[in-house]
């Protein structure tokens, strides 16, 4: 059973770029969750979607950043024309439901703004 | 506002030595609190805690957790090299009007073990 598979691991994008950052959950898992990562820091949640559905995205700047979790295909994290604050790892974690499971998290994109 | 908050930052210890790691929480509608190990890539899940003084343990590594003083602790006995990482704390909070979050992370606790 592959694990939650995230790419592109590295992404270098100049000021102004979009950056796509893709996720596959693990199979079986409906949840996805993307999660921020500065250095020093703790996972920063972002947003929290199931199939088709944005659940709660609280954590997700209101500008330049937007997700989704298609029918079919990865889930998708978009940052549309990136600032060098943007640099970050980007985790992407599943679980099977809500509650009482634990998340499985990806490798991870590290995205760096020129 | 929500915080999870863990002690020490970093520890730097010897292969054999007995280390604890400590987590405090302050979540409005705590519904569990999970351990993970992340090395330099994906956190690995170690441990989710839900009751009380019910301590979970998996080969060197066990977890507590105390609920009326708001914290747990990650115990790691005969430290191996292997161990060193950054040891993440996360509380899980349950639905509550205007959203829910579903996991809060504290900051980590980096552990190095030497040879």
């Known amino acids: 059973n592959a694990g939650v598979m995230q790419n592109p691991r590295h992404l270098v994008r100049r000021r102004g770029q979009e950056a796509r950052l893709r996720c596959s959950p693990m199979?079986?898992?409906?949840?996805v969750y993307w999660y921020r990562q500065l250095p020093e820091e703790g996972l920063k949640f972002m947003v929290y979607?199931?199939?088709?559905?944005?659940?709660?995205e609280s954590g997700m700047p209101k500008e330049r950043f937007s997700a989704e979790f298609p029918k079919e295909g990865p889930s998708i994290l978009r940052i549309q024309q990136v600032v060098r604050g943007d640099s970050a790892a980007y985790f992407c974690?599943?679980?099977?439901?809500?509650?009482?499971?634990?998340?499985?998290f990806g490798n991870g994109t590290r995205l760096t703004v020129t | 506002e929500d915080k999870v908050v863990q002690s020490p930052l970093s520890l730097v210890v010897h292969e054999g030595d007995t280390v604890t790691l400590n987590c405090s929480y302050e979540?409005?509608?705590?519904?569990?609190l999970l351990w993970y190990k992340q090395e330099k890539k994906a956190p690995t899940f170690l441990f989710m805690l839900?009751?009380?003084?019910i301590e979970k343990k998996s080969g060197r590594l066990s977890s507590i957790l105390d609920k009326k003083e708001l914290f747990s602790i990650l115990n790691i006995t005969a430290t191996q090299t292997g161990d060193s990482a950054v040891y993440l704390c996360?509380?899980?909070?349950?639905?509550?009007?205007?959203?829910?979050?579903?996991?809060?992370f504290g900051k980590g606790t980096k552990l190095t073990v030497n040879p």
């Open positions: 979540v409005t509608n705590f519904r569990s």
């Open positions: 974690a599943s679980s099977p439901n809500r509650e009482g499971s634990p998340l499985h």
């Open positions: 839900t009751s009380s003084g």
């Open positions: 199979k079986g898992h409906s949840h």
């Open positions: 979607l199931q199939k088709e559905n944005i659940i709660d």
């Open positions: 996360a509380v899980e909070r349950g639905l509550t009007q205007g959203g829910s979050e579903k996991l809060v």
